[in-house]
């Protein structure tokens, strides 16, 4: 049974630091693109970035690339997300997906097919 379970959200100040954690199972990751999404109040679920099985960064948005990082722990089948001077635009939930081992599009986000239950992260003055 696939399972990506998020945690590491939380209530940050600007400029803060979070990492963000995806404990995945069910399936191998690295075999797999998988990827951050965000939902920030009010609005819908968008991509923040994304790793390729072949270890390349997708970023969906250009605010973030020099901010947030993504890694994966294949012994411990997780992916991280880290994220560094944070500002009131990354409030939201964060989501981490995967992308079908099948699929040659990457980091597409139209091809992502399961989704954790996703973390709250605040970033407040």
């Known amino acids: 049974q696939v399972q990506l379970v998020e945690s590491g959200g939380g209530l940050v100040e600007v400029g803060g630091s979070l990492r963000l954690s995806c404990a995945t199972s069910?399936?191998?990751?690295?075999?797999?693109?998988i990827g951050w999404l965000r939902q920030a109040p009010g609005k819908e679920r968008e991509g923040v970035l994304c790793?390729?099985?072949?270890?390349?960064?997708?970023y969906y948005a250009d605010s973030v690339k020099d901010r947030f990082t993504i890694s994966r722990d294949f012994v411990k089948s997780t992916v991280y997300l880290q994220m560094n001077d944070l500002n009131h635009e990354a409030t939201g939930v964060y989501y981490c997906?995967?992308?079908?081992?099948?699929?040659?599009?990457?980091?597409?986000?139209?091809?992502?097919?399961?989704w954790g239950q996703g973390t709250q992260v605040t970033v407040s003055s």
């Open positions: 069910g399936f191998s990751l690295e075999y797999h693109a």
């Open positions: 997906a995967k992308v079908p081992w099948y699929s040659d599009r990457g980091c597409d986000d139209r091809e992502y097919h399961y």
């Open positions: 790793m390729t099985r072949g270890d390349d960064t997708t």
